[in-house]
């Protein structure tokens, strides 16, 4: 039976702690002086991606290559669905030529659950519409891990476009199975409904979302899914909600800001706050490329 990682929902504490676990030992061949392993020799990865990326594409490219697998990328623009080819048949045409991993970032939400029914590729979810982008709450939450030592008990404030993000999502999903309290914060507009349920404190401003947080996670105001304006101007955008060095002191001394990129510089974050001691945007970075080689190794040798 094949293994697929299409999202954080359906796996347990247990699945994400072993992902994360491995992740810091692959994160050791990242940084170290060699990074060519063996681990997926003879296996061929694809990345196929209907959506823009810079990091998320790259990342899971190099970490094939760091594990000797066959690396390839298609991107909707340069490939047979400009031409009007379906996603169903795009994928069985990559299947169909010996892939092994289908890595697939698509704007539907569920797409890649779709495609996993008819491919005996594995499939990963490296982002699906407005749904979940598990394996970047896993490159998260090993940040995370590496500046506080655990999750359990960690206050987590997620501040921004919370309606459109996937990456909100997936980290719910982990971030509570492990046992971190969430907070979520941002303009009303941009808070869907309902979402108190998922387990997480809502407010309908940052400061109050940030007060005592050991962490801030800032997410893009995503302005190409917006049709209409969600809220005024970008820069009343930052006066409000935005964070800066002045804002940032509501959370622990000690806290630490994330932020997924693309980053808006002077909206989500100042531009001090960025390149400032206490954020690890460039540290989450290099944890993606080692998560993304712990997940595709994993799946290689049956599952989480
Ligand atoms: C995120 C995404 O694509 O969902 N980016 C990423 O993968 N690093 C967030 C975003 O685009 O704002």
């Known amino acids: 039976m094949k293994h697929d990682l299409l999202g954080l929902k359906d796996l347990s504490a247990d699945q994400i702690k072993h992902i994360l676990d491995t992740a810091g030992t692959m994160k050791e061949i990242v940084l170290g002086p060699n990074k060519k392993t063996p681990h997926l020799q003879g296996k061929t990865v694809v990345n196929l991606f209907y959506e823009n990326s810079t990091r998320t594409r790259l990342s899971f490219e190099l970490a094939a290559k760091y594990m000797s697998a066959n690396a390839a990328n298609i991107t909707s623009s340069g490939s047979s669905v400009a031409k009007g080819e379906t996603l169903i048949d795009t994928a069985e045409t990559i299947n169909a030529m010996g892939t092994d991993i289908l890595v697939m970032r698509h704007n539907l939400s569920g797409a890649p659950h779709s495609i996993s029914k008819l491919v005996d590729a594995s499939v990963v979810n490296a982002g699906d519409g407005m749904n979940e982008h598990p394996t970047q709450a896993l490159l998260d939450m090993l940040t995370m891990i ?94 409000y909600f935005g964070i800066d060095e002045q804002r940032l002191r509501l959370a622990k001394p000690d806290a630490i800001v994330m932020h997924p990129g693309p980053v808006n510089r002077g909206v989500e974050l100042s531009t001090a706050v960025i390149d400032g001691d206490r954020s690890v945007i460039t540290n989450q970075v290099t944890s993606g490329v080692a998560v993304r080689m712990a997940v595709m190794y994993l799946l290689s040798r049956g599952g989480f």
């Open 146 to 239: 590496e500046h506080k030592g655990h999750i359990e008990g960690l206050k987590v404030a997620i501040v921004g476009d919370i309606y459109h993000s996937r990456v909100v999502r997936s980290n719910i999903y982990g971030l509570t199975k492990l046992g971190a309290e969430v907070t979520l914060g941002g303009p009303t507009t941009l808070m869907p409904m309902g979402i108190d349920k998922m387990g997480v404190k809502v407010y309908d401003n940052v400061h109050e979302a940030i007060v005592d947080a050991d962490v801030v996670m800032a997410l893009r105001i995503q302005l190409e899914r917006q049709k209409k304006g969600l809220f005024p101007s970008i820069r009343e955008y930052f006066r």
